[in-house]
């Protein structure tokens, strides 16, 4: 499989990479697409008992592509736009909850807003010692509304309520200590192909039921909230202080939030 996600699978185990360095891999259409298609080939491969998420270059994800949500064509409805993006993310996250094989996510990169979503639906996640993550959001005038719907079953609510609202930025073995990921290891490669052979044990059957009680309550807080959050997203993506704020990243300057609050 070409374009940003990369597909390949080595006995019991299908690897999607995302393969996107020249924007940090940022969640463009056509990675979650990309994620999608692999997501599917995996569950059609009776073989498969694991799915590892990993990456090329040094992010494993920057988050939303600032650059395709800032830079919509003149015919489209900006507001409308907001709101598939929003659902693209809400689908790809439900998606991977529901697979009915494990997901690893092998992380030794950056990671950054949206990306943090990811790393919250995967089932288990090791970061190697370059691995940074911080959430982004409220730096450009928005929030990490969706995401929280993984993150926050995750995460201590003390470091939620630190880290949503400061965008600071913190290694892995804080990453380990708050919940936000499985396992800090010095050797992730390594660390996964054990967490893969362990799996690999499993039955298809005890795999998939297994799974959908670790995963059962996120589900219906999705059922409960999604579409809310899912709304908040978009109204925030096409806000003022947004639009500011995307356009003061790109650009590499200071967001002038008192000219946008006037």
């Not at 298809?204 to 309550?217: D, V, Y």
């Amino acid at each position: 499989m070409g374009g940003p996600v990369r597909y390949t699978v080595d006995g019991s185990v299908a690897r999607l990479t995302l393969d996107s360095p020249d924007n940090r891999n940022a969640l463009s259409t056509a990675l979650v697409d990309g994620l999608h298609k692999g997501l599917t080939d995996a569950t059609e491969n009776p073989g498969v008992r694991a799915v590892v998420l990993d990456h090329t270059g040094g992010t494993f994800c920057a988050g939303a592509d600032l650059a395709q949500a800032s830079g919509s064509g003149p015919a489209a409805d900006p507001a409308e736009l907001a709101v598939d993006r929003a659902r693209e993310m809400t689908r790809l996250l439900r998606r991977i909850l529901e697979l009915p094989v494990p997901v690893i996510g092998a992380i030794d990169g950056h990671v950054r807003a949206g990306g943090l979503g990811l790393v919250g639906a995967c089932d288990i996640v090791v970061a190697g010692p370059s691995s940074t993550f911080a959430l982004t959001e409220a730096r450009i005038g928005v929030a990490p509304s969706i995401i929280s719907l993984t993150l926050l079953p995750k995460m201590t609510a003390r470091a939620a309520g630190r880290y949503f609202v400061t965008g600071e930025k913190f290694g892995p073995t804080v990453a380990a200590e708050i919940g936000l990921v499985t396992i800090a290891a010095d050797d992730v490669s390594t660390t996964v192909s054990e967490l893969s052979a362990a799996i690999g044990k499993a039955s298809p059957q005890g795999l998939a039921a297994s799974k959908a009680l670790t995963t059962r309550g996120i589900l219906e807080s999705f059922d409960n909230h999604a579409e809310n959050l899912t709304r908040q997203s978009a109204d925030l993506f096409v806000s003022d202080e947004a639009r500011e704020g995307m356009l003061a990243f790109l650009q590499k300057r200071p967001p002038n939030w008192t000219s946008t609050n006037s």
